[in-house]
T-cell receptor, first 118, second 109 residues
Framework: DAGVIQSPRHEVTEMGQEVTLRCKPI?????LFWYRQTMMRGLELLIY????????DSGMPEDRFSAKMPNASFSTLKIQPSEPRDSAVYFC????????????????FGAGTRLSVL | GQNIDQPTEMTATEGAIVQINCTYQ??????LFWYQQHAGEAPTFLSY????GLEEKGRFSSFLSRSKGYSYLLLKELQMKDSASYLC??????????FGIGTKLQVIP
């Protein structure tokens, strides 16, 4: 399998512009996660989906952020309007989404999108 | 909520052994992950502990004490390529994983 695929790898935009990040999870994985990573705050969970349904979006910073998963093989994270403080690396990850207390749901990460908002 | 503590930075010598500690306070706990992240790259899975005790996998071992809210990652026979950040992460719910800030390990000759 090709692994989790994210695009673009780098994005430079100006404040106020709309930014759309894309993710293709590993085939057969039921869960998809969006993270943001900065030096100060580390890796923060923004939102995660199970079977294409958003389960927990409590990490989404504010209304400027939105995420969709229209089907099992594609998800987007949109920022509109973007601000300089949104500059970070955004990771998408997927896992099998197995049930059970002992389930080992390893998350596999994409290469990330490095976003710079000027 | 979840609170995870691990040292910010560590330095160790090539060929030596290093232990990276992680303590956590959680409202619910299922298991604990360790991930490795090289600079500029994505995190990759190292280990998962759900029961107390030591899990060994080659040069890497991970330990968990659920009663103490404590884990450590042990790296033996350090190599220069082990220079990376090591992320401790806990899962308390069905899928949600909370990551610590990470420990940046520098291996020196």
């Amino acid at each position: 399998d090709a692994g989790v695929i994210q695009s673009p790898r780098h994005e430079v935009t100006e404040m106020g512009q709309e930014v759309t990040l894309r993710c293709k999870p590993i085939s057969g994985h039921n869960s998809l996660f969006w993270y943001r990573q900065t030096m100060m705050r580390g890796l923060e969970l923004l939102i995660y989906f199970n079977n294409n349904v958003p389960i927990d979006d409590s990490g989404m910073p504010e209304d400027r952020f939105s995420a969709k998963m229209p089907n099992a093989s594609f998800s987007t994270l949109k920022i509109q309007p973007s601000e300089p403080r949104d500059s970070a690396v955004y990771f998408c990850a997927s896992s099998q989404g197995l049930a059970g207390v002992l389930a080992k749901n390893i998350q596999y990460f994409g290469a990330g999108t490095r976003l710079s908002v000027l | 909520g979840q609170n995870i503590d691990q040292p910010t930075e560590m330095t160790a010598t090539e060929g030596a052994i290093v232990q990276i500690n992680c303590t956590y306070q959680t409202s619910g706990f299922n298991g604990l992950f360790w991930y490795q992240q090289h600079a500029g790259e994505a995190p990759t899975f190292l280990s998962y502990n759900v029961l107390d005790g030591l899990e060994e996998k080659g040069r890497f071992s991970s330990f968990l004490s659920r009663s103490k809210g404590y884990s450590y990652l042990l790296l033996k026979e350090l190599q220069m390529k082990d220079s990376a950040s090591y992320l401790c992460a806990v899962t308390g719910g069905y899928q949600k994983v909370t990551f610590g800030i990470g420990t940046k390990l520098q291996v020196i000759p």
